[in-house]
């Protein structure tokens, strides 16, 4: 078992995943919204792993911007970055970058990697760690 990083701002978590054909909601393939900000508190939960042991809980979202879609068939890269400690709180950073996408004037299955990545989704947020346990007397 590894213990717990220090909350270091700066640190960063990214994750990396295929949006499937199933998440597709709306014309042209376009994802919902909400599902860059699920895929924000995934990230999120494991930046709290690695800071205090604990998954911890969002309590706010500030600034959400949608600048670009996100597209079902799409390989998306999503950072958070601690940019506040609290005491128990922890403010961070998030992106979600459009790594990879479908090319279907090339062919039904055709893909390539976008260099450089397009910025899609962008937030601040709060979440919320457990008080470390009180040592023992
Ligand atoms: C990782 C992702 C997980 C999820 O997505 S979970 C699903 C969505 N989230 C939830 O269901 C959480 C529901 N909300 C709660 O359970 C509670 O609500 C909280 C646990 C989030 C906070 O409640 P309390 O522990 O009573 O908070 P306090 O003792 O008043 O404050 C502790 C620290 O948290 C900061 N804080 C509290 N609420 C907010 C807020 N709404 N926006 C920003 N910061 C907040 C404070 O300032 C303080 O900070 P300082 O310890 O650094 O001094």
């Keep these: 078992m590894t213990a717990p990083t220090a909350a270091t701002v700066g640190?960063?978590?990214?994750?990396?995943?295929?949006?499937p054909y199933s998440h597709a909601h709306y014309a042209g393939?376009?994802?919902d919204g909400a599902y860059s900000l699920a895929a924000f508190g995934d990230v999120a939960t494991e930046?709290?792993?690695r800071t205090d042991g604990d998954e911890g809980l969002f309590a706010?979202?500030?600034d959400v911007q949608f600048k670009a879609p996100v597209r079902a068939g799409d390989v998306?890269?999503?950072e958070a970055r601690l940019v506040?400690?609290?005491?128990r709180s922890r403010e961070l950073e998030f992106e979600v970058r459009v790594v990879g996408r479908g090319t279907p004037e090339r062919g039904e299955s055709?893909?390539?990697i976008l260099d450089p990545p397009v910025v899609a989704t962008t937030a601040r947020g709060v979440v919320v760690v457990p008080a470390?346990?009180?040592p023992a007397s």
């Excluded at 640190?11 to 949006?19: A, N, P």
């Excluded at 506040?84 to 005491?87: L, P, S, V």
Aim: hydrophobic share 45%; charged share 15%; net charge positive.
């Design 11 to 19: 640190l960063t978590v990214t994750h990396r995943r295929y949006v």
């Design 29 to 31: 393939n376009l994802v």
């Design 47 to 49: 930046m709290c792993i």
């Design 60 to 62: 706010s979202y500030s």
């Design 76 to 78: 998306i890269e999503i």
């Design 84 to 87: 506040r400690a609290g005491t």
């Design 110 to 112: 055709a893909a390539e």
């Design 132 to 134: 470390p346990a009180a």
